[in-house]
């Protein structure tokens, strides 16, 4: 139909252009009549007898009052019919959205300039923090370990041969845009005795786009656009691969899900195959990232068994970002007990072969004595901060309140933010032209992640 179909009647289009028309014929003939134009000589002969009716003599004071208020009212209604034909335009294509179309486009355009960020790790604790991160960047990037072999994301890949969805789920769902009703869904797990009893919807949901799509990369791209993700979510590595580990009492421990219910201290992490290769937009992800990103989560189930793929190793101590290790609030059974933020830290250095981090987060948050018993019967407890021990290492230590406000001891998606955010302005990390105003823009987005988590 072409340029004809604009003609059409419903479209709610036609009205507001005749208005906008309307709007510049009025400013036109008032410009005409301000500047004394000569073919508008008997609209102004018209305003000089009215002058006279009015005055008793002859003038231009008329004449320039009609003029400039003839303007100003055509001005007027060309912008309101501008707003009136974005509005239809917007209401077409976007019914659901909601809130100032100028604050939309504003916070588009500051989350697309945000510093580039890449955040490594893997389980709940990297989605929490992505939780927040996706209202300061819209550049941010997680990269994601595929060791998990427990659960639906176990059953997955044994079966069908795909690497473990449950993590790279979770990140993808605290990025969507419409986060709270995205991941009930996503999150949902059949219950009975079918089949399908344990397995979550978002892990069916994946390795269903990752089998369309022709891989899990090509997949995650295309659950990525149907989600509205603000960023990207990349798996580490592509190969199948399995965590071992070797335990302090001199036993050998197969599999992620084993080495956490083994309850025994880790001695040294391994991964089977050795080398596999790394996605290569992982690799670039770290390399070209502004901030690098490590934790929280299972050190070393969800972070350390990164740094085993050594692409993503190299990439990391070959990036020029300011490195960033968020530590945990509480020991982990089985991984960490006993384990300070030093000791995190110094784990980290042994795998990645040498001193990289430039910044640690830990908590200063105190935990309730009561929160303290509970967690004691789970045999867990709080993590030092270590700040002088972590700081002789020649790293900056950034103690922060961390902890949220529920009933679980973990990292408020907000607190991590602001912390991040306030990092950077400190950096001043944005390349394309960060200025004291991205600061205010930032702290405002910060209520949305109240709100955010106030409809959860």
């Known amino acids: 139909m072409g340029w004809i179909s604009w003609l059409c009647p419903g479209i709610q289009l036609k009205r507001w252009l005749l208005l906008f028309t309307a709007g510049v014929i009025v400013c036109a003939f008032s410009l005409a009549v301000l500047f004394n134009n000569q073919v508008m000589g008997m609209a102004e002969e018209l305003l000089f007898r009215i002058s006279y009716l009015t005055t008793g003599k002859y003038g231009n004071s008329v004449t320039y009052v009609i003029g400039i208020t003839g303007m100003l009212l055509g001005i007027c209604v060309m912008i309101y019919a501008v707003k009136r034909i974005v509005r239809s335009v917007v209401e077409a294509v976007s019914p659901e959205s ?11 355009r500051k989350l697309s300039s945000g510093p580039a960020i890449t955040a490594i790790g893997g389980g709940t604790g990297l989605s929490t923090m ?12 997680a990269v994601v370990t595929v060791g998990d072999d427990g659960g639906s994301s176990g059953r997955l890949r044994q079966d069908l041969g795909i690497i473990p969805p449950g993590d790279l789920r979770k990140c ?9 009703l995205m991941e009930r869904v996503m999150q949902f797990r059949f219950k009975g005795d079918s089949y399908l009893s ?7 949901f994946l390795a269903a786009v990752a089998e369309t799509e022709g891989g899990m990369e090509q997949g995650l791209e295309a659950a990525s656009q149907l989600f ?19 335990m302090t009492d001199g036993t050998f421990v197969l599999g992620q899900a084993e080495i956490a219910q083994a309850r025994k201290k880790v001695r040294r992490l391994r991964m089977i195959p050795e080398k596999v290769p790394a996605v290569k937009s992982a690799v670039e992800a770290i390399l070209n990232a502004d901030i690098l990103i490590l934790g929280p989560g299972s050190l070393y189930t969800s972070v350390i068994c990164n740094l085993l793929v050594p692409e993503i190793r190299e990439a990391v101590l070959q990036s ?8 945990n609030v509480m020991t982990q059974p089985g991984e960490t007990d006993g384990y300070g ?15 990289f981090l430039d910044y640690v987060v830990v908590n200063r948050q105190e935990i309730s004595e009561e929160q303290k018993k509970i967690y004691k019967a789970k045999d867990q407890e709080p993590i030092t901060p270590d700040i002088e021990k972590i700081e002789q290492l020649g790293i900056k230590v950034i103690p ?5 406000k529920s009933d679980m001891v973990r990292h408020d998606p907000q607190k991590l933010a602001q912390v991040i955010m306030s990092l950077t302005y400190r950096l001043r990390l944005f390349g394309r032209g960060f200025v004291f105003f991205d600061y205010f823009f930032m702290r405002h987005n910060m209520r949305k992640i109240s709100k955010m988590l106030e409809r959860k």
């Open 172 to 180: 993808l769902v605290a990025m969507a845009d419409r986060e709270p």
């Open 198 to 204: 344990g397995h979550s919807l978002g892990n069916l």
């Open 130 to 141: 992505l939780r927040g991160m996706k209202f300061i960047t819209g550049n941010c990037t």
């Open 320 to 327: 020029k970002a300011i490195k960033i290790y968020i530590c």
């Open 341 to 355: 933020a030093y000791d995190h830290v110094k784990a980290m250095i042994d795998y990645a072969g040498e001193q």
């Open 228 to 246: 509205n993700v603000r960023g990207k979510v990349i798996p580490s590595t592509l190969q199948s691969i399995q965590l071992a580990a070797d």
């Open 400 to 404: 922060a309140r961390l902890v949220s």
């Open 98 to 108: 909601s809130g100032s179309l100028m604050e939309t486009i504003f916070t588009q």
